[in-house]
Nanobody, 123 residues
Framework: QVQVSESGGGSVQTGGSLTLSCVVSGYSSSPYCMGWFRRAPGKEREGVAYITEYGTKDYAASVKGRFTISRHNAENTLYLQMNSLRDEDTAMYYC?????????????????WGQGTQVTISS
């Protein structure tokens, strides 16, 4: 059974930093696509960032320049370094993985999802 587990969420002041981690287990090989999504109450889930097995990355415009996504293929781990956090970043953050041949910030690129970790920004 494939398992996705996020950690690192919490509360942080505006302008602060936080790092999220994700471990994907149950894959015989590293998933091609790994990404972070988020959902705020009353809003649709949106793609935050993704990274391919070979290091190609993309970010949502709202986080570009503030967030950095990275991965360690040998351990199937994924990270999201978040800096200069704003109130608008408050959301449940989800880790996702998929075996497709292409990746995107749309959820159709991903097969397995975690339960989420809450990030709350306070002023």
């Amino acid at each position: 059974q494939v398992q996705v587990s996020e950690s690192g969420g919490g509360s942080v002041q505006t302008g602060g930093s936080l790092t999220l981690s994700c471990v994907v287990s149950g894959y015989s090989s590293s998933p091609y696509c790994m990404g972070w999504f988020r959902r705020a109450p009353g809003k649709e889930r949106e793609g935050v960032a993704y990274i391919t097995e070979y290091g190609t990355k993309d970010y949502a415009a709202s986080v570009k320049g503030r967030f950095t996504i990275s991965r360690h293929n040998a351990e199937n781990t994924l990270y999201l370094q978040m800096n200069s956090l704003r109130d608008e970043d408050t959301a449940m953050y989800y880790c996702a993985a998929g075996d497709g041949t292409s990746c995107s910030l749309h959820d159709h690129s991903y097969d397995v999802w975690g339960q989420g970790t809450q990030v709350t920004i306070s002023s």
